[in-house]
């Protein structure tokens, strides 16, 4: 049995589970960051950072880059599907083998940025493809004056 499939449990589609494990990847790559301001009194706002990352991660999960997708997550990420960083990218790499990731579409029209502190929330991140359509949320933290996802949940 592939990894997938021993995500998609008995009787539950393997497209709804690749759907919902694509969309909060999808989700916590945008809000993740990896261009954190440092100690300059003229950089980038944190906000603007978090959406050039939020942009970024769309144009990375669209093109199926994987890679730079999980480049966004700590090391210490979880989900609310009980993934971590390793799990999640694993399901990800398979996901786009067996041809999930083809034709996404990631929409961040709707999405807002709140930071309070070192802390933000993001969302809503809609992706849709094969796998129908999944709206996600993420939690990220300032860390050495990066952004990184640590948590993504699925709504």
């Not at 990894?3 to 449990?9: D, P």
């Not at 759907?19 to 999808?26: E, G, N, S, T, V």
């Not at 890679?67 to 971590?84: C, N, R, T």
Request: aromatic share 8%; net charge negative.
């Amino acid at each position: 049995m592939g990894f997938l499939e021993g995500l998609t449990g008995k009787g539950t589609p393997m497209k709804k589970q690749l759907a919902k494990f694509a969309m909060c990847a999808l989700t916590v790559a945008v809000l993740a960051g990896c261009a954190g301001g440092g100690g300059a009194a003229k950089g980038p706002s944190d906000e603007e950072i978090i959406n050039a990352i939020v942009a970024d991660f769309k144009t990375a999960f669209t093109a199926g880059d994987v890679d730079k997708v999980m480049s966004y997550y700590a090391e210490e990420f979880k989900s609310d599907q009980g993934m971590d960083k390793a799990a999640y990218g694993t399901f990800l790499k398979d996901a786009k083998e067996q041809g999930f990731l083809d034709g996404i579409e990631i929409n961040i029209v709707d999405t807002k940025v709140t930071i309070d502190g070192e802390k933000a929330k993001v969302g809503p991140v809609e992706a849709e493809g094969s796998f129908g359509l999944l709206t996600l949320s993420m939690d990220l933290e300032k860390r050495d004056g990066t952004w990184v996802v640590v948590y993504q949940a699925q709504q």
